[in-house]
Structures are given as C-alpha cells and as structure tokens.
T-cell receptor, first 114, second 114 residues
Framework: AQKVTQAQTEISVVEKEDVTLDCVYETRDTTYYLFWYKQPPSGELVFLIRRNSFDEQNEISGRYSWNFQKSTSSFNFTITASQVVDSAVYFCALSVNQGGKLIFGQGTELSVKP | SAVISQKPSRDICQRGTSLTIQCQVD?????MFWYRQQPGQSLTLIAT?????????ESGFVIDKFPISRPNLTFSTLTVSNMSPEDSSIYLCSVEYARGYGYTFGSGTRLTVV
C-alpha cells in the first residue's frame, strides 16, 4: 500500500525566515511520482512540482527548493525568505501510475506572519 | 495544459436533497478523478471516471451515494445524493493535464448541507 506522511500539521514563522516542510512516502513500486501542491485560503489547488522516482536531482525555483532522497523516502520542500503570501496549506502527494490517482498527505498549514 | 471549469463553486443544500457538480475540460482526457476534502482534512479520492465505462470507486464510496457520469472525453458530473451534514466538504475534479507530467484541479465546489 502507498502512504504519504506530513508530520508537521502546522508551522508558524515570521516573514523572511526559511522554512522546510517535510514529506515521507511509502511505496513498494520502483516507479512513482511525487508532487507538491499549495492550497491558499481561497481553496484552489496550485501545482508546484512533480518529480519521478528516477530523478533524484534537487530542484530550485526562485525561493522554492525541493530535496528528494530515495534513501530516506523523503521529498522535502523548503521556502527561503518566506513571505506572507506563502501562507497556505501545502500537500505532498504520491502517484504510482503515470496518469493514476494521487495519494495525498495530511497537509501542513504554513502561517507566515509579518 | 488542461484547464478545468467546475461548477457550482459553492452551494448550501437541504439535507435529503441531491447536488450535481459539473467539470468541463478544455481538452480530451482519458481519466477524470473526483476528490473530497472534508473540513480541515486532506483530499481523498472518491472515484476515477473513464469515458464509456462505469466509474471505479474507492473503498468507502458507493455509486448509489456518488453517481458519476462521463458522457465524453471532456465532461463529467458527480452527484452527491441524499445529502446529510456529513457531506459538507469541498469536492474537486482533476485530470492529468499533460501526459506524464502532472495533474490540474478544478476550483472546487464548497458544499454545505444544513
């Protein structure tokens, strides 16, 4: 069975702090895909990144970076110099089939205070 | 990439009634997914809808409660039947927006049952 765990339910930081959101996944499949989504208070889901199991390169996109480590089954997300607009719930998700369903973690609610 | 139009965006319904949610995609897609997000919770897959065949439901969800139609490759509906306050949730549809790349979500339907 597949599972995604986001152990941090809520995180609160002050603007300009760096923050890391943890994601640990479980699957026996050798091919799988990992995702991060942002859900602002308005409710829509915003796609942030997709990573497949054969690509362990870390990725940086502006203030966002992702650290994928198969050895620890983790796919952590770091926001550098956080801003108030980063306040949202962030979901990590797993898919074991290309085009298949997503299995979501419980989400981490990030609050960035001015 | 695919763009999804989901409606209604929100509704308040009386218990015992039914609500049909529609998702229209601007391109042809093989599979569409319907998720439920209960208040303060993560997303849970209700069912996968393929065109021309019956939807595949996840454990805990049944066709009598959540009938799904998929008449063509760009459209699907989810009906929440005989509603109770426990059905108050956000319902989202999703498609794989580019083959092997990622998933896009509709803007969600925020349902309140009173």
């Amino acid at each position: 069975a597949q599972k995604v765990t986001q152990a941090q339910t809520e995180i609160s930081v002050v603007e300009k702090e760096d923050v890391t959101l943890d994601c640990v996944y479980e699957t026996r499949d050798t091919t799988y895909y990992l995702f991060w989504y942002k859900q602002p208070p308005s409710g829509e889901l915003v796609f942030l990144i997709r990573r497949n199991s054969f690509d362990e390169q870390n990725e940086i996109s502006g203030r966002y970076s992702w650290n994928f480590q198969k050895s620890t089954s983790s796919f952590n997300f770091t926001i550098t110099a956080s801003q108030v607009v980063d306040s949202a719930v962030y979901f990590c998700a797993l898919s074991v089939n290309q085009g298949g369903k997503l299995i979501f973690g419980q989400g981490t609610e990030l609050s960035v205070k001015p | 990439s695919a763009v999804i139009s989901q409606k209604p965006s929100r509704d308040i319904c009386q218990r015992g009634t039914s609500l049909t949610i529609q998702c229209q995609v601007d391109s042809q897609v093989t599979m569409m997914f319907w998720y439920r997000q209960q208040p303060g919770q993560s997303l849970t897959l209700i069912a996968t809808a393929n065109q021309g065949s019956e939807a595949t439901y996840e454990s805990g969800f049944v066709i009598d409660k959540f009938p799904i139609s998929r008449p063509n490759l760009t459209f699907s509906t989810l009906t929440v039947s005989n509603m109770s306050p426990e059905d108050s949730s956000i319902y989202l549809c999703s498609v794989e927006y580019a083959r092997g790349y990622g998933y896009t979500f509709g803007s969600g339907t925020r349902l309140t049952v009173v």
